[in-house]
Every structure is written in structure tokens, then in C-alpha cells.
């Protein structure tokens, strides 16, 4: 590409007499222009629109559905386990499905559709003219939301590998309304984060409630935050019993007593503790707590074989520092190492199976006991398991709860108390709550149980009132 230049050239008289022209060659300038403009708007791995095209173009849109009344829909995308790509197979491998996923999202749409990449594994997918009626419109945004869950199912061959990945997909609908475009930003990253709450590699839509939910859930949080500082948090003891009914350890359980809300479920604050890192100070707590009962238990002889199972999180099992805690809080309250039994769960062999191994085989060496928690229902190899230094296999609730009718559980247990017998592990079943549950476990081998037909999890005070009446009995 040339600049073409002409000047006229004129004698003493002010006639022109010819022209004289130049050329420059202005290619690399304009090449350089194109560069610069298309690194403003769009992104340099996928070749996408950025957000700031994107926020021009929704901008556009949204007049535009003032105007016309028909829907539009902005659809968050976030990628599942997608830090676990780059983590395992290095960021060359991520690069390389986020350049994928941006190809199979173009297919997706249609041409007048936006496809974006926000950053990292975060896409956002503009729909334009949808239809004039909310439920038409929320149809078709949930249909190519489907597509895509579908599309980005398909395997991925990357180099000589192939991956499987998936998605969750907030959309929220526009229109009708006069509302700033952060407002369904919003909307729609609060829809996808209910997406992947919800299990991941589905879609959910936007609903005022969920605002309202977020903000609850800040409180809590912050509450949460401050409830070890006001002594709001206690363990609860449920009995673990012998095949002659008598008591030889417990479960600790953690509760929190809110000074408003009374007692909130630990299906609900435990969850928000893992999600905020705060699970580390009150699991060292839970540690603390249940060593210090324990020593309590040791300087009576009636409770001094009294062992205790403490359940612990895949975010402390992660620490560095986990071995050192565990050992500190013994030390710190002189207890005997095979009292203290340490629950996991199949889930926690997911990542990082070497150091999880070497770490508990780091505190088996001192004499603490493991115990695979929820056996059964989580995603470990047994190839892991073999080489686990558990002293103990745990019989998920969920297959006792049906286990006098139903078959299939019968088979399921029967295939568990086997394996424990043949790898010499201890075995015990949680959530017995009947004598026929209890009499079908001992007559499969099952020696160790509980459940509400013992006791369900009580307070201190209670638990060794409980201890008591079954030591008397």
C-alpha cells in the first residue's frame, strides 16, 4: 500500500509547468494500525471480541431491545476444574482448549451473536432479537445454552492427549427494561456460580432471589468469620458401639450455636467454610477440642479406651503444616496416639494422592489411626486404597438407610465388609437407626455401628450422662 503525493511546480510568472508526484510506502504503518486496533478489541489467544468490544456491542443491543421489545439473553460461561488442566498438564495445555472451546462456541451461535472471552476460562455469549415474549426467549437462550453444554462435552484432542471437559452457564434475559448494562453482568455471573453450586456442566437462569441468597450468605460468612473468638462453635459426640451394645469411642461433630439463628446446620456453614478457607482455623480448633476431651477421657478408667474420630477436610489435608497440627494439639494435651482416629474421604485422593499418602503414613508412624469416611460413594482408585495406612473402612449411611429392603445395597455391603476382611481393616456402619439394620450388618460381619439407634450427636454434658446409663445397663 502506497501514500501518493502531487505537487504542482510553477515558473516565475505563476504558470504551472508540470507536477511533480512522490510514493510512500505506508503498509507496515497501516499494518501496525490494524494491529493496534484489533489488540484493543479483541482477545490475542482465541481471536475473540474482549470485554471492551463486548460491553460496546451489549450496549448497542440493549437500545435496541428498548426499542424493538424483543428479548435478549447474556449468557456467562465458566469452564469445570479448568485450574486442574493448567495445574497437571502446564498452561500450553489450557491455551490450547481455551483456543478450542472459542471454536466451538462460534458454531454455536448465530451469526448476529456475540462470542467473548473475558479472561481466563470465562466466556460470555451476547444473543441478540429473541423474541417479544419472556418465556420464548428464556426457551431459546436455554436451548443454545444446551447446545453448548453438548458441543463442549465432545472430547478435545490436544497434542496426543484427549480431555473431556464441560461447562456452567449462568444466562439472564434483557429488555423491556431500563437497567445499566453492570446490572445483568451481575445477573448472569451470580447464574452461572449457581450453575456450578448446583453440580457443574448445566445451566441455570438468573432470579431475583439469588440476590438476596448472596447477600445472606456474605453475612454468614462474616459471622462465621468471628464465631470461634465468641465461643459459639461446640462438638457434639454421637456413640460408636460394639456388637455387645457397649460404648468404645465417638464421632466429634461441630455445631455452631448463632446467638439469633439458634443452631445452623453444618450442611450450611460447613460448605461456606471450605469455599472461604476458613475450614483451617476451625478445623485446628475442632483438633484442639477434641484432644483436650480426650485427655479428659484418659484420667478416668472407665473412659480411658475411649476413642475419637474426628473428621478433616481435604483443605487441611492440603496444608503443609498438617502433620505439625495434628502432632501439636497431642502433644499439647498429652494424648495417646491411638485414641485419636482421623476421618477422610475417597474424594480427598482426587489431586495430590502422593503427599496425602505420605502425610498419613507420616502420622500412622505415631500410632493415629485413619478411617475412609462415606466408603463407597466417592471416586478412589482401588490401586490408592491398597496403599492407604487406614485402619478402618466406614459404611456409608446412605447404603444402611435402605439396606432391609433393598438388594442392591445388601450387595454393596456385602462387597465392603469383604474387602475390609481381606485387607484386615476395621469396619464400622454410620447412620444405623433400627435393630433390624443392626441385626442384618452383624449377621454380614459387620461388628461396630452408628446411628440414632444409639444415639444421635449430643453435647458433651449429655454424652457422658449417656456414657453412664449404657456402662450401668
Not at 508526484?21 to 484489533?38: F, G, N
Not at 463486548?54 to 469452564?79: M, P
Not at 437497567?179 to 437462569?205: L, W
Not at 450427636?457 to 445397663?473: D, R, T
Request: a negative charge; one cysteine or more.
Amino acid at each position: 500500500m502506497k501514500w501518493l503525493t502531487i505537487a504542482a511546480v510553477r515558473d516565475a510568472t505563476g504558470a504551472i509547468t508540470h507536477y511533480v508526484s512522490t510514493q510512500t510506502d505506508i503498509t507496515e504503518r497501516v499494518a501496525a494500525a490494524h494491529q493496534i486496533e484489533h489488540l484493543a478489541f479483541y482477545d490475542p489467544l482465541t481471536q475473540l471480541p474482549n470485554r471492551r468490544l463486548l460491553l460496546d456491542r451489549f450496549g448497542q443491543t440493549l437500545l435496541a431491545s428498548q426499542h424493538s421489545g424483543e428479548y435478549g439473553a447474556l449468557l456467562f460461561l465458566d469452564l469445570d476444574h479448568f485450574k486442574f488442566i493448567n495445574d497437571s498438564f502446564g498452561h500450553a495445555m489450557g491455551d490450547a482448549l481455551l483456543q478450542q472451546v472459542a471454536e466451538r462456541l462460534r458454531e454455536c451461535v448465530r451469526a448476529a451473536d456475540t462470542v467473548a472471552r473475558l479472561g481466563g476460562d470465562e466466556f460470555v455469549i451476547l444473543l441478540e432479537d429473541l423474541s417479544t415474549n419472556h418465556l420464548t426467549a428464556a426457551r431459546e437462550a436455554e436451548h443454545i445454552a444446551e447446545a453448548i453444554l453438548l458441543m463442549l462435552a465432545i472430547p478435545y484432542q490436544i497434542g496426543e492427549v484427549e480431555h473431556h471437559s464441560s461447562a456452567s452457564i449462568g444466562i439472564t434475559l434483557f429488555g423491556q427494561t431500563n437497567e445499566p448494562q453492570e446490572v445483568f453482568f451481575r445477573q448472569a455471573d451470580i447464574a452461572m456460580y449457581q450453575a456450578k453450586k448446583a453440580g457443574r456442566n448445566i445451566v441455570r437462569f438468573f432470579d431475583p432471589t439469588m440476590q438476596q441468597s448472596i447477600a445472606e450468605r456474605a453475612t454468614l460468612v462474616e459471622e462465621l468469620r468471628h464465631a470461634i473468638d465468641r465461643q459459639q462453635l461446640q462438638l457434639y459426640y454421637q456413640v460408636q458401639c460394639n456388637d455387645q451394645g457397649a460404648a468404645i469411642g465417638a464421632e466429634a461433630l461441630i455445631r455452631w450455636r448463632h446467638p439469633d439463628k439458634g443452631l445452623v446446620s453444618p450442611q450450611k456453614f460447613i460448605p461456606l467454610a471450605e469455599e472461604t478457607d476458613l475450614i483451617l482455623p476451625i478445623g485446628l480448633w475442632i483438633l484442639a477440642t477434641a484432644c483436650q476431651q480426650l485427655n479428659a477421657w484418659q484420667q478416668s478408667p472407665q473412659t480411658q479406651h475411649m476413642k475419637l474420630s474426628v473428621n478433616v477436610s481435604a483443605r487441611q489435608l492440603q496444608q503443609d503444616s498438617f502433620v505439625s497440627d495434628v502432632t501439636a494439639a497431642m502433644t499439647r494435651f498429652a494424648v495417646r496416639p491411638e485414641l485419636l482416629k482421623l476421618e477422610i474421604t475417597e474424594s480427598m485422593l482426587v489431586n495430590n494422592v502422593e503427599c496425602t499418602i505420605a502425610k498419613m503414613q507420616a502420622l500412622r508412624a505415631i500410632g493415629i489411626r485413619f478411617s475412609m469416611d462415606d466408603f463407597g460413594t466417592g471416586y478412589s482408585s482401588l490401586q490408592y486404597l491398597k496403599r492407604l495406612p487406614l485402619s478402618q473402612l466406614k459404611i456409608d449411611q446412605a447404603f444402611v438407610r435402605d439396606l432391609v429392603s433393598d438388594e442392591n445395597d445388601k450387595a454393596i455391603v456385602r462387597t465392603i465388609i469383604g474387602m475390609a476382611q481381606s485387607m484386615e481393616l476395621n469396619l464400622i456402619a454410620e447412620g444405623v437407626e433400627t435393630e433390624a439394620q443392626r441385626d442384618l450388618l452383624l449377621a454380614m460381619g459387620c461388628r461396630q455401628f452408628q446411628g440414632y439407634l444409639f444415639s444421635k450427636p449430643i453435647p458433651i454434658a449429655e454424652f457422658e450422662v449417656l456414657l453412664q446409663h449404657m456402662s450401668a445397663g
